[in-house]
Structure formats: C-alpha cells, structure tokens
C-alpha cells in the first residue's frame, strides 16, 4: 500500500477506527465475510447477452444483460457506480450498469481507455484527444497521445499514465489541468501498482522503477538472468519479476530488498495475479506452460498447457482457474491435487472474462463451503454486552516480517493497524486496518481505499 496515498483516505478511516481499544487483534475471534463474494463476468465478444458466472463452479448466478454489443476489451469497473466499462468493436465506448442490468453506449470514435480507481475514466479518441469523465464530467486534455501509445494506466491521485512496451521507451504522465511529463525509462514489459503511484520495467539486466510524480528520479534494481515480466502485488509493498532462470524474484518495493524467491521450472515471460493477492500465475518461455504459484505458500502447486491470453487464464477467488479447452472455458480445482474440472461453459472460449469483487443482489446470501476461507478458531470472547465489529484485510503472507512491517507503515500514516498471527501452521498473518464500527463503515472505507481489501468482523468487548 502507497504511504502517500494512505494520508489521503486517512480522514476517512480514522474517523471510522474505534481508537479506544488497545488490545491485541490476536485476540478477536475474526470470521471472514468475504474476499468476495468474487462472480466471473462473461462478455460476449461477437455481441449479445453478458452473463454472470459463480466463481466456484461456473454455475450461472441467474443475473444477465442483453444486447450487449461485440465486445474487443475489457476497461475496468466503478463498483462505487456499479459501472463495467468496455470497448466494442466500432470503437464505442460502452458501460453495463450491473445494478440495471443495461448496456449503454458513453462515448464514440474511442481508440483506447482506462479507469482509475477513484473512478476516474480517460477516454482517448481516434486523433490521440484525451477527454476526462470524473462524476461524469467530461473535460477535455491540452494534449494528444502519440499512436503508439497503447499501456494506459489510470492513477489514485486523478493522472494518466502511458506505460512503455518492449517497443516503445518512456513513461508519459498527463496532469488533467497541466502540462504532460515524459520521464525517460528504457523499453521493456512494464507494470504499475494499482495506485499508480510506481511503475516497473523489466529491462533485461535491471528492473527500472519510476515514480509518475517525478519526486524522485527513476531508480534500477539489478537482475541476473535477463528480466522479462513484473508483477506487484495488490497492496503494492512486493515487486515480482519473472526472469529467463527458472526463479521468479521477490522485491521489497519500499527498499528494493531482495526477497525469497519462488522456484519456477521454464523460467517467465508473463505473470498475473488474483485480485487478492493469493496466487500468482506463470508463463513459461517455452511452449504454453503454465505454473500456478501459491504466494502464502511460496510454491508452485500446480502446471497445466494453456494459451495465454489477455484475459485467461486468471484465479477466481478462491480456488478456481480458469482457462480455455478447444470452444470451450473450463474451471479447474486448485484446492485439491489434479486439477479435477470443477465447472465448464460450453461455446464460451470466444467471450471476454473478468473477476469481479462484486455479486449480484440475487447471489449475495449464498454461500458456498468450499469457497469459504477460514481464518481458524481464535479464542471466543464474545461474552454478553461484546458488540460487533469490523476490520479491513488488506495483505496475507506467511512472512511475519512482511506483515509487521507493511502494518507498521500503515500506522506510520496515522491509520490503526495491526497483523492478525496464525491461528495453525496452515494459517498466514494477516494485516487489517480498524476496528470499524459498523459493516458500512468498513465497507465506506474499504472502496477509499483504492485497493483490494476486504471486511472481517467478530464480536468483541469494546475497551472502555
């Protein structure tokens, strides 16, 4: 998580942060209420109906939008609009209202687009003209994208960003109200955290950080074995970096520590991760090898051949993956040794998928046992007159120096937090923010964040 963009939502959670209790989280008995619940969106890329899918066993959730046009690329969603915003295939830019269940065509002649996650939208049109919707304001930038501008990033701090590709050098900031920057970084696979406050280039024989608020300059972090492919992590404290060697890197963004790294056979030209930051997806050099990491354990638990796409595969919380099988899209089981089929949709492999945090109204309430995440029995302390309350997870290792020390930055910011210990040995530590008064505190301040996180709760004696 950005220190920087924690002092902007700090207000917000402070507020919301019952500052009276000083006894160790340890020591709630938390319950999970989600990471999810997770439902996967399945848009039709030759038009027609979107559907939603149960990220467990792709059972249809009984929610879907018609006449929806062909569909060329996923965009981002505003949960806080209930908005998934999309591009067709005659360059119109299009939402689907989840809450309405329609599809509504915003704006024309767009080439390309990205989302911020403070909901911000920057459209850029067919001439390279960047407008920008905030509150559904449109307001138009000085400048022109280059055409071959085509990694968009959009920031919390409200800036538009265009990454560099392995052919294209530089990273290219534009300020809505002010002059663009360019800051100069080498050529190569580039990512940025979910902020946007940092971005990473894999540059061969180094890994190029760059800082879009130009305070600092581009710094390198050296790596042997020829960098290809760079991941952060949702939180943004850990940088991966898949390499030529059959070892995927670990950094520590903050100080560019080197940490464990994870042993991955055909080394990486591509990484992905899940919306929580659970399971890392790895594609080898050769062939269509797929390796699928498990974070908290640090450790490949399963391979499997698979296209890569810029979709599939991808983790649906909590054990699921996804990938196409001829025509059609198959889930897999990554709770149990095999990859047993959990799920399949036939005729699907064409269509567009997506992992949302979100579920419809009607799917809210069901619970399914294999999708639950258990953080173990903590001593019971929900006593008479204990009153509920409620925490945002915002990062799970099994690194307690991690945990503490991405938990103490958080503090440093003014924000409670603390690292919740295993409750087994099969358990993580768990860093949260709170406690919270109420689950629509938490929830107010879970969307603040601009990050994945998600709400815990568990009855507890409030401290006097």
Known sequence: MNVRHIL??????????????????????????????????????????????????????????????????????????????????????????????????????????????????????TTGRVTEVRGRRPL????????????????????????PTPRRADLTVF???????TIPVPPGN?????????????????????????AKQPDAIDVPGHARAVMFSPSGHRLYVGRDKDEVMAFDRYTARERDGIDVPGGAIDLRGDLYGLWMLVRSRKGDTLSVVDLTARSVVARTVTAWDDDLPLIAPPFLLLVRRGRDVVGLDLERDGLRPRGQVARAADDIWVPLAWAPASAE?????????????????????????????????????????????????GIRASVVDPANADDVYRVVVGPFASRELADSASRSLGMPSFVISGPGTPAP
């Open 190 to 214: 580039a990512t940025a955290t979910l902020a946007g406050d940092l971005v990473a280039v894999a540059a061969d024989s180094a890994v190029v950080l760059a800082d879009p608020s130009g």
């Open 365 to 413: 309430e069901v619970v399914v046992a294999s999708g639950t995440d258990t953080l173990g029995t903590l001593p019971d302390s929900s006593a008479p007159g204990s009153a509920q309350r409620f925490f945002l997870q915002v990062s799970s290792s099994r690194n307690p120096a991690w945990a503490r020390e991405l938990a103490e930055k958080i503090a440093a910011a």
């Open 140 to 163: 138009t930038l000085t400048d022109a994208l280059p055409t071959s501008a085509t990694a968009l990033v959009g920031t919390a701090s409200g800036r538009l960003l265009v990454l």
């Open 8 to 125: 902007l939502v700090g207000t917000v959670l402070a507020a919301a942060c019952d500052k009276s209790g000083r006894e160790p989280l340890a020591a709630l008995p938390l319950v999970l209420h989600s990471p999810g619940p997770t439902t996967l969106l399945r848009l039709p890329a030759h038009g027609g109906e979107a559907v939603a899918y149960r990220s467990t066993d792709l059972t249809p959730l009984g929610w879907s939008v018609s006449k929806v046009p062909a569909i060329r690329r996923y965009i981002g969603v505003d949960l806080d609009q209930g908005l998934v915003y999309l591009l067709d295939s005659t360059r119109a830019l299009v939402a689907i209202d989840l809450r309405a269940r329609r599809a509504r065509t915003i704006r024309k002649g767009v080439r390309n687009a990205a989302l911020g996650p403070d909901g911000t939208l920057f459209a850029v049109d």
């Open 175 to 181: 300020e809505p109200e002010g002059p663009g920057e």
